[in-house]
Structures are given as structure tokens and as C-alpha cells.
């Protein structure tokens, strides 16, 4: 899959391994040269321009510049002002230490009264909506955008490792961060220039690439993904969404439940008289910003703002963040971005190689309140990314036309530096590495061998399993995919496999075709998210001795045609044959007489719509990922069971409903639901039913009864809910005991509704332990996420269905109360 792995290949390259050349970088600390104590709020400035920041609360501070400078400038009311010579073109830290002033200030009187900056507050909060760029109908832009990204903590140990023998040239490009202090070297640039059309009613964007030059890769779908990153934040919502998480916005209208506010300065900023505010966080560890803002004195719209992560905001690989925003005047009506820019230092350890991700838009050319034809968006999608003929082979002469701002020398280089690292034969194998790791498959030619975690594992009916198979690769086909496996199991002696092919009709719009045919072991009743049972994992994470495992034969031809990208309809031809087993049997009773049948066949036609609004992919040759979305995702099943065709008997329909949304509640965390809901028609076998999901393993399964066993209760109607709130550290970021562990609260409830009719029960006698409804199942759990940053564990306990039913001889125990975990990444 060609665009997958060009996405490893920028992961490859940032886990193994602007930029400074025309920029001039200062960083340090003030402090009061009597006391000690870090100094809040000095003027730093670069002589004779406009570059300048105050200090925050700890003293720090750090400029950057690609402007001619020589010298850098402290001064702060009651002290000395001091100036330090400086190096062109370099990186310096430089610390000082002010001494007060002599000069003897008039007597200033403080009366009681309310905060200056509280006055603006409110000001701002009056005039959020007639500031806001959402209040407008219609409005274009021409933006570009600037992505870089670096290896950071590039130290003298990182360059003598023997993995970068062969490429000591890029550590000519290493440089230091003013933001953060630590090295870094230049990995990854990327450029685009597009037009932006926005519509309010009904809400509408649409985006078009002119031009995208990305280092190392020449891909229509990374371009469309990158060409949409360029909006991140608006500083006038009350929670800016960031990784995930709501922060506080530093102006939201409950603000000063957060935040404290210093009235720090004021002066002409572009001719408009402004007052500059700063701000920290009243408590520790919530999602909040430090930094200031400027406010203009009359309309009392933002001119510009920086804001930092505050330092012990609970989220994870996320040392820094940085941003800036800067706002223009439009048409004397509306203070729109002129020019934004973000930097986040990824890390998991504080001391160990990281990632910084830089981030640079500008806006031009903005028009408000336009005359946009009807049918000049697509009326099937919100969001819709354009890509122009040759978007990737613009040439020099294009982008200096067309860039807002030129790039450095040193940013220039890295496209060179990208391409000469390719080149290295070693790149090739850790490209290979990464690959693995990630896809599951080793690439061999036309073949890819995988995946690795399928290869051995162990149950109780095939004892120890061994599986070879594969798929083809991209270089035997990017319309065309074979799969295949091949196992034996050395308890049962018997072999199994399976064969399919996918077909890919069109790729955008999503159109393919194909077959799968299988004859293997299989798990009745598990979840969609639930480890198949030839992965290891569910070998060693097994909390019983699973003996339900059954043999399946089967063959489905698809044909899947996506109407728009979030909207598509499946339909499936399948015919299925599962043989019993003494642990499973399939038992009829005629006239008090007990047959035992082989196996139980079924054909049935599946038609399935899936309806994500707003949905966007990364993707690949024949595979995508979703990036989800903010709305409900609904799956519509309609199943018809053929009776006579292909030796199935029985003639039964089924009506299958999900839903699956979840969503912010900043600030208390994140909620999700699942509702999944069936109906059946006619009459079938057990087999044939809704077999619920059950989980028997110690691993928590987000769309399983985790509490319910594989084979405990069937039902042909039913509706089942899950309700889960992610709580992000709400209650335990307020414990000091707890608040350094960063541990994170969560919640769920489970219940099922279902009920088995006369007509189905009597069709095949029940296994021991299967049985139907007669009043809700439901289970509960309380959990602790981001233990380590990788793991989530839930105390959970079943509510129901506790005592050994009446009428099951061979009970196998239920227990009330069990420990689930999960490893979960997440910011």
C-alpha cells in the first residue's frame, strides 16, 4: 500500500533520527538582581525592530527573528534597562540579572476596586460575536501553509550511534530551539498554497490546492492532507480543541474561573491603540494556557496572542506547546488572522529524542460576504479538499511567487537532505523495520508475509497452532490484492486456510469488488474489537479454558460502493457451513428421540449502509484509516437468510441498527454511547442468531459484555447500550497525591434487553450455559487510564444474572466482580 507506506516513511524518519540558517534565537531567564527572584512581564526586544515578548511568570523568555539584529534589549519599570550584543544568524542564551532603579516615583495610592484587566475582559466578552468570523454568511482567503518537522535532543551521543554511520552528513543541519533550548535536526518540510470558501447556511467548506511541495514525497492524498491542517485554534470559542482535549480559551466568557490576568501594557500596535493582558493558570494540571494578549482599545477585538501550554497540563507526549496569532483588519469591519503559528515538542521522556512539529499559515486576499453559486459546493459533504492537475510539480519560479514568506536557506536545504537520505542503501532496511512493525507484514517482492502476531498461537481444540500466510504487495498490484493463510494445528491434526481478492473499482469515491473463502476456527459471539483467536494475545490473555472454538466453512463475494466519502452501502453474498463439536453441539428432539446434526448451513444476502457525516481517511492502495469524526456513525444492516440454496434450510430475516458517537463535555472530559439494537423474522438455530458478545479474556473489550462468557445468552431481539465518560483528570488533577501520576477517571455502564421466541428456542436444544433474557443483563465499571501513559484498568462488576440458572446442569461459575485491562495511547 504505496500512500500507507509513505506515512511510515515520515514516521521512520522521525523516530529514527526553521530551522536556524537566517535566524537569530535568544532564550533566558531575568531576575531582579538584589532578590533573585524571576522577574514577570520585562520588555525583551531585538534593537531597533518590533520583535518583542515580555517575560512569564518564572523570568523566561525567547525571541526569534530572521530580521539583520545586533544586540537585544531588557527594560521594566523601576529597573535598569539593560542591552546585550548578540551574533547574527545563531542560536545564544543569554540571562540577566536588572538592577533596580534610583529614580524616586511619585506616590502612587491603590484603592480598592475592580481588575483593569477584568474591565477589558468583559469588554471582549461583549464583543465576542461581532468579532468572530462565524457570524459572517460567506467568506473567502488565500492561505498558505508551512509544516516542519524535527528530531529534537540531537546530542553528541544521538550522532555516534553506529544505526547513523551512514548518515553523519544531516547532522550539519542540527540546530536549537529558542522555544524549548534543546537541539534538533530538520527532517521533514512541507508547503501549500490554496483557496479557502466558507458558507454559514448550510454550513459549507471548501478548500482548493493550487500547490504542494512536500519533501521526499510526491502524493495527490498526503497533499489534500496536509493542505487541510492550516486551522487549528479560534481564540473567540471558550475551549480551544487541542489533541483531543478541550482547553480553556484565555478569553471564554468563565475565563476568570481559571485564570488570573495582569494588566501589563499598552501602546500603538499598527496604528491601533492596544492593552496587553496576561494571564496564568489558577490551578495546577488543568487544560490551560499561559501567556498574554493584546486587545484593541475600541472594538475590543484580539490583535495578537501567544499562548504555552501550561507546564503541568495533564496530557501526554506533549512537553510544549507554543502558539502565536496574529489578526488583521478586514474592510474596517472584522480583525481576521493575518498569520498564526504553532510549535509542539513531542516526547516521551523529557531527556530522550522527541519530535518538534512546526506550524506556519498565512492569510491573504480575504474577502467577506461574497456571492457564491449554488452549486459551487458540494451539496453531499461540509468539508471537500480539491486537488488542481500538477499539484505537485509546481515549479521554483511558482513558489517564489507565491509563497507569503520566503524560506530560510536552512529550510531550503531540507528538501535536498531528504532526497540524499533515501538514497543510503541502511534506509532502505529501516524503512522495511518500521513497515513491519506497523503494517504487521514483511514486504518480499510481490509478497507480504504476515502478520507476524498470527504465526503461532495455542487453544484448547488445536493445542499448538502454526500459520504461514500473506498478502500481495503494491508491487504486484495497486488495483488488485490476494490474501491468503495457510495453519495446522498439532492437537487436532488438521489443516485449515483461507483465500480472498480485493478488487479496487475506483479509489475516491471508495468502489471495489471481491471474495473471501475460508475453512478455519472460529469464535462465535466476539466482538468486532476482539482479538481473533489465532492471535497470540489471546492465547496468553485467555481467563478460561475455552473449548466453544468451532470449525467454519465459508465463502462471501461484496461489492462495496461509497456514494461519498462517509456514505456507502455494502452487499454481500454469503454461505456459510459451522460443524458442531461435542463442547458445541448442534441437537434436534423429534418425538423424544435426539439427532445430532454435523453442521448448520445458512445463505444469506447482507445489505449494509454506514453513514458518517464529515468523516475524513488517510489513505492508502486498499486500505484506509478513519480520522474519525464528530458525529454519530450509523451502521443499517438488512440480512435475508435464503432457505434451499447452497444447503441452507432456513428462511429468516434480520434488521440490525448501531450507533456509535462520542463527543467533548469540556470541561469535564469526553462521553461516548453505543447503541445496538436487532430484530429477527422468521426461524433459525441458535447458531443463526445473536449470539451476544461475551469476552474471555483479561483484556477489555470496548464493544464486549466483559463479565458475559462466549455462548451465555442468545437472543432474535434486542437492544443493548453503553454509556462511558472519559473524566481526563477532572477529580484527581485536584488530589496532590495523585496529581503527578496524571491518572485519568472513567466510567461505563453496560445493559442488554433481549428476549428468544417460542419458534427459535424450539428449532435446536441450547448448550449448557446458553440461554435467553428474561430480565436486563448489565455490568458496571470504574476505571484509571494514562497509568504509565499506556494502560487503562477497570474494577468491574456484573449486576444481574448472579445465581445458577435452574435448568443448565454443567454451570460454569460467573464471577461478580473482575479486573480488565487495556492498553490505550492517547493524548
Not at 130 to 154: A, H, L, P
Request: charge should be neutral; hydrophobic fraction near 35%; proline fraction near 3%.
Amino acid at each position: 500500500m504505496k500512500q500507507k507506506s509513505l506515512v511510515i516513511f515520515i514516521i521512520l524518519t522521525l523516530l529514527l533520527l526553521h530551522n536556524a540558517f537566517g535566524q537569530t534565537k535568544v532564550r533566558g531567564v531575568v531576575k531582579d538582581a538584589e532578590t533573585g527572584e524571576p522577574l514577570p512581564f520585562v520588555n525583551v526586544s531585538y534593537k531597533g525592530t518590533t520583535v518583542g515578548v515580555i517575560t512569564d511568570f518564572n523570568g523566561k523568555y525567547f525571541l526569534e527573528t530572521k530580521k539583520p539584529v545586533d544586540s537585544v534589549v531588557f527594560s521594566y519599570v523601576g529597573y535598569k534597562r539593560e542591552a546585550f550584543s548578540i551574533q547574527e544568524n545563531t542560536f545564544q542564551f543569554i540571562n540577566t540579572s536588572l538592577q533596580p532603579s534610583s529614580v524616586q516615583l511619585d506616590e502612587v495610592v491603590v484603592v480598592p476596586g475592580e481588575n483593569p484587566a477584568h474591565v477589558l475582559l468583559r469588554k471582549i466578552d461583549e464583543n465576542r460575536e461581532k468579532n468572530n468570523i462565524e457570524r459572517y454568511d460567506t467568506y473567502s482567503y488565500e492561505v498558505y501553509n508551512k509544516m516542519e518537522i524535527d528530531i529534537s535532543n540531537v546530542d553528541e551521543n544521538f550522532k555516534k550511534n553506529r544505526l547513523f554511520n551512514q548518515f553523519q552528513f544531516v547532522f550539519d543541519y542540527v540546530d536549537t530551539s529558542a522555544v524549548t533550548g534543546k537541539s534538533y535536526l530538520p527532517v521533514f518540510i512541507t508547503e501549500t498554497l490554496s483557496d479557502f470558501y466558507f458558507q454559514k447556511t448550510p454550513k459549507k467548506e471548501k478548500e482548493v490546492i493550487h500547490g504542494s511541495n512536500i519533501s521526499g514525497v510526491k502524493n495527490e492524498k498526503i497533499s489534500e492532507f496536509t493542505g487541510q491542517m492550516y486551522l487549528q485554534a479560534n481564540i473567540y470559542e471558550n475551549f480551544i480543541n487541542l489533541f483531543g482535549k478541550g482547553f480553556v480559551s484565555p478569553i471564554a466568557s468563565f475565563g476568570k474561573l481559571y485564570y488570573k490576568y495582569y494588566l501589563v501594557d499598552s501602546m500603538y500596535f499598527d496604528n491601533n491603540w492596544c492593552y496587553q493582558i496576561s494571564f496564568q493558570p489558577k490551578r495546577k494540571q488543568e487544560p490551560t494556557f499561559t501567556g498574554d494578549f493584546w486587545v484593541h482599545d475600541t472594538t475590543y477585538a484580539i490583535k495578537k496572542v501567544n499562548i504555552r501550554i501550561a507546564e503541568e497540563a495533564n496530557i501526554n507526549f506533549v512537553n510544549d506547546l507554543y502558539a502565536e496569532m496574529e489578526y488583521q483588519k478586514v474592510q474596517d469591519s472584522l480583525w481576521f488572522l493575518e498569520r498564526e503559528h504553532y510549535f509542539v515538542d513531542f516526547n516521551i521522556a523529557d531527556k530522550t529524542t522527541g519530535i518538534f512539529g512546526r506550524k506556519t499559515t498565512s492569510y491573504r486576499d480575504v474577502k467577506l460576504n461574497i456571492d457564491i453559486p449554488a452549486d459551487f459546493f458540494n451539496p453531499q459533504v461540509a468539508q471537500e479538499t480539491l486537488t488542481k492537475d500538477s499539484v505537485n510539480e509546481k515549479t521554483t519560479g511558482f513558489w517564489q511567487g507565491k509563497r507569503h514568506e520566503n524560506l530560510t536557506e536552512k529550510e531550503n536545504n531540507i528538501y535536498q537532505m531528504v532526497d540524499s537520505i533515501k538514497q543510503v542503501p541502511i534506509f532502505r532496511t529501516w524503512v522495511d523495520v518500521i513497515n513491519t512493525l506497523i503494517t504487521g507484514h514483511y514486504v518480499v517482492g510481490f509478497w507480504e508475509i504476515g502478520p507476524y502476531y498470527k504465526l503461532y498461537s495455542f487453544n484448547a481444540i488445536e493445542g499448538h497452532r502454526f500459520r504461514f500466510g500473506g498478502r500481495t504487495s503494491n508491487d504486484f498490484s495497486t488495483k488488485v490484492m490476494f490474501t491468503g493463510h495457510l495453519a495446522y494445528g498439532e492437537k487436532d491434526e488438521r489443516f485449515k486456510g483461507a483465500l480472498g481478492m480485493l478488487y479496487m473499482i475506483n479509489k475516491n469515491p471508495r468502489r471495489s469488488t471481491g471474495f473471501n473463502i475460508k475453512h478455519d476456527m472460529e469464535q462465535l459471539g466476539i466482538s468486532q474489537n476482539a482479538f481473533t483467536q489465532d492471535n497470540i494475545l489471546a492465547s496468553f490473555l485467555r481467563r478460561t479454558y475455552n473449548k466453544k472454538l468451532t470449525m467454519v466453512n465459508e465463502a462471501d463475494v461484496f461489492y462495496e460502493h461509497e456514494w461519498y466519502q462517509g456514505f456507502s452501502t455494502t452487499l454481500n453474498v454469503n454461505t456459510r457451513r459451522i460443524f458442531g463439536t461435542e463442547y458445541v453441539p448442534f441437537q434436534t428432539v423429534s418425538n423424544a428421540d435426539t439427532t445430532t446434526h454435523s453442521q448448520v448451513s445458512s445463505t444469506e444476502i447482507k445489505l449494509n449502509t454506514r453513514f458518517a457525516y464529515n468523516e475524513k481517511f488517510l489513505m492508502g492502495e486498499f486500505e484506509r484509516v478513519s480520522l474519525g469524526t464528530k458525529y454519530p456513525i450509523l451502521n443499517l444492516d438488512f440480512i435475508i437468510g435464503l432457505p434451499n440454496v447452497l444447503k441452507s434450510k432456513h428462511e429468516y430475516y434480520k434488521l440490525h441498527m448501531s450507533i456509535d458517537h462520542k463527543f467533548n463535555i469540556n470541561p469535564f472530559g469526553r462521553f461516548r454511547y453505543i447503541i445496538d439494537a436487532g430484530y429477527y423474522i422468521g426461524t433459525a438455530p441458535y447458531p443463526l442468531l445473536q449470539i451476544h458478545e461475551g469476552n474471555e479474556t483479561y483484556a477489555y473489550d470496548d464493544y464486549a459484555f466483559n463479565m458475559m462468557n462466549y455462548y451465555e445468552f442468545v437472543s432474535d431481539r434486542y437492544v443493548s447500550v453503553l454509556a462511558e465518560h472519559h473524566f481526563d483528570g477532572f477529580f484527581l488533577n485536584k488530589i496532590p497525591l495523585f496529581r503527578k501520576l496524571k491518572w485519568r477517571e472513567v466510567i461505563a455502564a453496560k445493559a442488554l434487553i433481549g428476549r428468544v421466541s417460542e419458534r427459535n428456542r424450539d428449532v435446536m436444544i441450547f448448550p449448557d450455559n446458553l440461554r435467553g433474557l428474561k430480565e436486563p443483563y448489565m455490568e458496571a465499571s470504574v476505571g484509571i487510564e494514562n497509568i504509565l501513559r499506556l494502560f487503562r484498568i477497570d474494577a468491574m462488576w456484573r449486576l444481574t444474572y448472579l445465581e445458577r440458572p435452574d435448568d443448565v446442569e454443567n454451570y460454569t461459575r460467573i464471577p461478580k466482580f473482575g479486573i480488565r485491562a487495556q492498553l490505550k495511547i492517547e493524548f
